[in-house]
């Protein structure tokens, strides 16, 4: 399993709330919430992000509320991973439920520029950047069979 694309870059413990505001939680149709994903910190977000483009934040990403409309927006906008130094654990694990890769790594996090094109192997374990290879951990074979699933209830559901 691969991604790449072109990084949009955040700083420390964005949470919930910046990432889908609640002023539109009155849905959950992901077609809807993509329209509003990250647009309290960037209101071109929308606009900018491409299929496959990856998101890089700093410590605590996805802190605050456990709603799973965050993930869900941001998988909807066409990103296709996060990285960061750290993730909300609540946010991490509706991330891998519904099928939405997310990376801890501190010195990728850090060392990746916004802009920058960059090149995900989940297999292998590893982020390119246009400067350096940077190791991180594999997915265990069941956390891949649910993204490649796109998320928990399609993996249970093929079972």
Excluded: W
């Excluded at 992901?30 to 990250?38: I, S």
């Excluded at 605590?60 to 709603?67: A, K």
């Excluded at 950047?129 to 190791?135: E, G, T």
Aim: glycine content about 8%.
């Amino acid at each position: 399993m691969k991604s790449q694309g072109t990084v949009h870059k955040y700083g420390d413990n964005i949470d919930t709330d910046v990432i889908i505001p609640a002023r539109y939680l009155n849905s959950s149709d992901p077609e809807e919430l993509k329209l509003h994903c990250m647009e309290d910190i960037d209101a071109e977000f929308i606009r900018k992000v491409q299929p496959g483009d990856i998101i890089v934040g700093g410590r605590n990403f996805g802190c605050g509320s456990s709603r799973e409309h965050a993930p869900l927006a941001i998988k909807a906008a066409g990103i296709s991973c996060v990285v960061a130094e750290s993730f909300a654990r609540i946010f991490y694990r509706n991330a891998i439920n519904i099928g939405l890769p997310i990376i801890e790594s501190a010195e990728a996090a850090k060392a990746i520029q916004n802009g920058e094109k960059i090149e995900i192997d989940f297999d292998k374990g590893e982020i390119k950047s246009k400067d350096k290879v940077f190791d991180v951990p594999a997915f265990p074979a069941f956390i891949q069979e649910i993204i490649t699933a796109g998320g928990l209830l399609n993996r249970m559901a093929k079972k």
